[in-house]
């Protein structure tokens, strides 16, 4: 089983930063793709940033310029460097992990979530 630890989230006001890490641990073959989801109460899950282990990135344009997604593929863990905080920032956040557990058998896996909660 892969299981994701996720830690970082948190109450920080609006302009402030958070940093967000995730790291994938378990049976696997290798990692193919990280990311961050978010859901904020009444909306549906959207795509925050996501990062191959290639490098390629992709963004939601509400967080271009603001947030920041690396990867460390030896450690098996990404992170998201939030910047420029906004109250309609808040949600939860969630961890995605897509990856091979073997050859031949694809896995993907998400974390419980972490709270972010940006204050006015």
């Known amino acids: 089983q892969v299981q994701l630890v996720e830690s970082g989230g948190g109450l920080v006001q609006a302009g402030g930063s958070l940093n967000l890490s995730c790291a994938a641990s378990?049976?696997?073959?290798?990692?193919?793709?990280m990311g961050w989801y978010r859901q904020a109460p009444g909306k549906q899950r959207e795509l925050v940033a996501t990062?191959?282990?290639?490098?390629?990135?992709k963004y939601a344009d509400s967080v271009k310029g603001r947030f920041t997604i690396s990867r460390d593929n030896a450690k098996n863990t990404v992170h998201l460097q939030m910047n420029s905080l906004k109250p309609e920032d808040t949600a939860v956040y969630i961890c995605?992990?897509?990856?091979?557990?073997?050859?031949?058998?694809?896995?993907?896996?998400w974390g419980q979530g972490t709270q972010v909660t940006v204050s006015s």
């Open positions: 995605n992990v897509n990856g091979e557990i073997r050859s031949y058998v694809a896995f993907t896996s």
């Open positions: 990062i191959t282990t290639g490098g390629t990135t």
């Open positions: 378990g049976s696997f073959f290798r990692i193919n793709s």
